[in-house]
Every structure is written in C-alpha cells, then in structure tokens.
C-alpha cells in the first residue's frame, strides 16, 4: 500500500517552500525554509484491450479514426456499479469524456480515446475543470481521487485489460 492508503495513487515529493513563521515578540517575522511535501498524482492511465473496438462504421465516427465511445459507455457503466455517479459520454473533435462532480461541486472531465492510429490501445485521462467560464483556478486533482480510485479498480478487475500503465 502506498501513502495515505491508496496503492500507486500517491507519491510524495519535497520541494523547498518557503515560510514565514512569528518570532516571539509576534510582530515580526522570520523566514523559515524547510522541506515540504508535494502530492505527486498519477491522473492517466494507458492500457490494451479488443474490448472496446469500435462496432459502427467508420462514417459512424466523431472523426477518422477517432474512438472511444464503447469505452467511454462502458466506463459510466463499470464507475456506477462502483458507486461513482458520471454523466452520460459526451465527445469532442478528439475523443470522448465522461463529466464528474464531486460533493463540493467541482467539475472534472474523464476523458478518454484510443491511441493514434490503433483501435486496441487507449487512454483515460483527468482533466480538471474551472467552476466558471473565466476563473483562471482549476479543481484540485486530489478531490477526484474517488474517481480515479474506482477506475483503477474497474481497469483491474477486467481480465480483459492489459498492460496498464498509470502516469501523470
């Protein structure tokens, strides 16, 4: 099991930060650099699978060779049975994605596709979103983890899945 109890989700890193910490007088202050930990996620994964060829033609496509609504429908599916709650798939010139709220509000895409010029190798990644159109701060990554835990889960436990690789 890795840190916080969530296998190969987290890594911590340090990086030096600085602080700004009271002297006892409490009106001035002093600087303090330490090392401080970083959360690290791994919020994309690659993998192989025949599960999610594409059955409608080519035509029948978001775009050539782009694909991944099979998986993206048996994603919402396979993330509900687990208790994470998405919308419908909705795509993109680029693939597919899955919506995701969490109990604060905050908005993610789970976006998924096949590899360029594959239609067995494919890709899921988090992609945070803002809460309005012109808010520069994205939702923290680390409010997604019931999200990312459970499609770790689901990638698993199907033995129809191979060489799963997770990242960043």
């Known amino acids: 099991m890795a840190a916080f109890g969530l296998p190969l989700l987290l890594r911590i890193r340090c990086s030096r930060d600085t602080f ?19 959360i690290s996620m791994e919020t994309s994964v690659e993998f192989e699978s025949s599960l999610f060829r594409p059955f409608l033609p080519e035509k029948s496509q978001v775009n050539p060779h ?18 994470v709650i998405t919308s419908y798939p909705n795509y993109e010139d680029w693939g597919w994605f899955l919506e995701y709220q969490n109990d604060s509000g ?13 239609g067995h190798a494919w890709l899921c990644y988090l992609s945070p979103k803002a809460k309005s159109l012109f808010e520069r ?11 990312l835990q459970a499609l770790r889960e689901v990638l698993k436990e199907t033995p129809e899945v191979h060489r799963i690789i997770w990242g960043q």
């Open 20 to 38: 700004r910490t009271p002297l006892i007088a409490g009106s001035l202050f002093h600087v303090v650099r330490h090392h401080a930990p970083v």
């Open 137 to 147: 701060k994205k939702a923290d990554p680390e409010k997604a983890l019931p999200l």
């Open 106 to 118: 905050d908005e993610y895409w789970l976006c998924c596709g096949n590899r360029e010029g594959t």
């Open 66 to 83: 782009i694909y991944g609504a099979e998986l993206a429908f048996w994603l919402a599916r396979k993330l509900a049975d687990h208790g």
